[in-house]
Structure formats: C-alpha cells, structure tokens
C-alpha cells in the first residue's frame, strides 16, 4: 500500500512553453502533498506543500506564480511550470502525507524536466 | 529547523552489516528522527522513524542514543540493492510536516 504516482515520468518541452505535472496517490487519500526540486547531485529541496481545496504554501524563493499547485482532490496534486526556462530542468518529485503529524510521507518516482 | 550531520559517504562490503551515524545535537524533545533512501534516479523511500526506543522493521533497525543527540542507521546484512543515498531526517511533532532534506550519505556496496 501506499503507492504514489507520476506522470510523466520525463518530459523535454521548448523554452518558453508550460508543463504540467500530476501526482497521484494510488491506493489512499492524502490529506497534505509536497513537491520538491532536485538538480543534479544535490539535495531535495522543497517547494512548496499543498492541502487539498486549499492554497498551497510555497517556500522562500519559490516564485508562485512560475510554479503553479492545484491540490483538487485528495488524490491528486498537479504542478505546472509556466513559461519554463532552461534552469527550470530538473528532477521534481512529489510526496503523499496521509493524516496526522509525523505520518510518514510517501514518494513518487519523479518527472525529469528537460527544457530546451 | 534542527539540523542533522551525516558522513557524505560509506562504503561496505555485500552481505554485511552498515552502521549509518547521524548527529542531531540540537534536537528538541519533540523531534522524531527519521530516515529515508534515494535510490537512484527515483524518488526517496521511508526506512524508519523513532522518538527514544530502538526500532526495528523489515528494512532496517534504529539505534538511538541515550541522550538523543544521535543515532544509528542499521542494514544487518547489505546487499547491492541498498546501494542509496540515506536521509536522516528531524521532525517535529508540532507544526508542519515538511521535511528538510540535507546532504544524506551516499552508501556504496562493493560485491
């Protein structure tokens, strides 16, 4: 159990286009969603987190209106890079929290951006 | 956030056992130590989590100081699979749930 999807798992998109990126949680409800950015031989670093039906609380830096968060069920997040740029490639992975604090979280695979 | 030392990187020999150190001496009362694994190219996975006991679990076992101020990742017989970047992670019982993410160990299996 505990299972957390990605879609897609890559995507190469031209400078300038947007990307969307779903999150889905298989086989429970996740009440909290996170996503986070990882480059190249570096840590994870988070991005934003999301509760469903309402606004996702983004970390310092994280521009929101670039990186845009719709938590619309408790099931799915999506994240959509807008206007992306080349150093917006990176490896984004999105976790699953299902309830209560200190509830482990659980990974997706990952979606590999490459912008051109 | 409290902030956890890791050695960037170990190595072991298949089938035997890894002992992963973490220093957390700021670590307040309320803090949960956990530990995730990044295996490459995918996204990390939970290991185990403790407060004050030990833990075991299928994967792994959690050794926690008396003092709290560190622990120790367990893998009793290693194999090529658990070759991983490993995350020990403080987090606390109040407040968000987000977690800080910092350098991890780079764990190498020779066969």
């Known amino acids: 159990g505990a299972v957390v999807s990605q879609h897609p798992s890559w995507v190469i998109c031209k400078s300038g286009t947007s990307v969307k990126i779903e999150c889905r949680s298989l086989?429970?409800?996740?009440?909290?969603m996170f996503w986070y950015r990882q480059f190249p031989k570096q840590s994870l670093m988070l991005m934003a987190t999301?509760?469903?039906?309402?606004?996702?609380?983004?970390e310092q830096g994280v521009e929101k209106d670039k990186f845009l968060i719709n938590h619309a069920s408790l099931t799915l997040s999506t994240l959509t890079v807008t206007s992306a740029h080349p150093e917006d490639s990176s490896f984004y992975i999105c976790?699953?929290?299902?309830?209560?604090?200190?509830?482990?979280?659980?990974f997706g695979p990952g979606t590999r951006l490459l912008v051109l | 956030d409290a902030k956890t030392t890791q050695p960037n990187s170990m190595e072991s020999n298949e089938e035997e056992p890894v002992h992963l150190p973490c220093n957390h001496s700021?670590?307040?009362?309320?803090?949960?130590i956990h530990w995730y694994r990044q295996l490459p190219s995918q996204g990390p996975e939970y290991v185990i989590h403790g407060l004050t006991s030990n833990v075991n679990n299928r994967m792994a076992s959690l050794a926690i100081a008396e003092d709290r101020k560190s622990s120790t990742l367990i893998l009793h017989r290693a194999t090529l699979r658990d070759a991983a970047v490993y995350y020990c992670?403080?987090?606390?019982?109040?407040?968000?749930?987000?977690?800080?993410f910092g350098t991890g160990t780079r764990l190498t299996i020779i066969p």
């Open positions: 999301s509760n469903e039906g309402s606004k996702a609380t983004y």
């Open positions: 992670i403080l987090v606390s019982n109040f407040g968000n749930e987000k977690l800080t």
């Open positions: 086989d429970f409800q996740a009440t909290t």
């Open positions: 976790s699953a929290q299902r309830g209560v604090a200190r509830e482990t979280q659980y």
């Open positions: 700021t670590i307040s009362g309320t803090d949960y």
